[in-house]
């Protein structure tokens, strides 16, 4: 599913590493620096687009609207979003107790691999 209009867009400093195309970021160790997210517990803010890090390590972020996401794990259409290991979109399910990090919402169902638009809507969810 393509996005005729994905959002807002802001430059970045990409974090020594690697930041592939369509994940999810947080926040680096400096103000205007992104890392790709890791997990549940990072403060997810913005997803990457087709492109990665330019060479002067620079990266375009989304922050808003229907942005892409490559999908890590089974999702169903309406399920809160949240980062994998490897900042690819997986259903969030907090346990009892718990808080999950979360990104934005499904609007399609999809498996691992998919590349698919988002309601980009980021937050916390309590299980």
Request: aromatic share 6%; glycine share 16%.
């Amino acid at each position: 599913m393509t996005s005729p209009n994905p959002g807002i867009f802001k430059s970045f400093r990409a974090a020594p590493g690697s930041i592939a195309p369509y994940r999810i970021v947080t926040h680096g160790v400096t103000d205007g620096q992104v890392v790709q997210a890791s997990g549940v517990t990072d403060a997810l803010f913005g997803v990457t687009q087709q492109l990665g890090p330019d060479g002067a390590g620079r990266v375009d972020i989304c922050l808003g609207g229907l942005p892409e996401i490559e999908i890590g794990g089974p999702v169903v259409r309406g399920d809160w979003l949240t980062s994998d290991a490897e900042g690819r979109a997986v259903a969030a399910a907090p346990d009892a107790g718990e808080t999950a990090q979360v990104i934005g919402r499904a609007l399609v169902s999809a498996i691992a691999g998919d590349i698919v638009a988002f309601q980009f809507a980021p937050g916390q969810i309590a299980g």
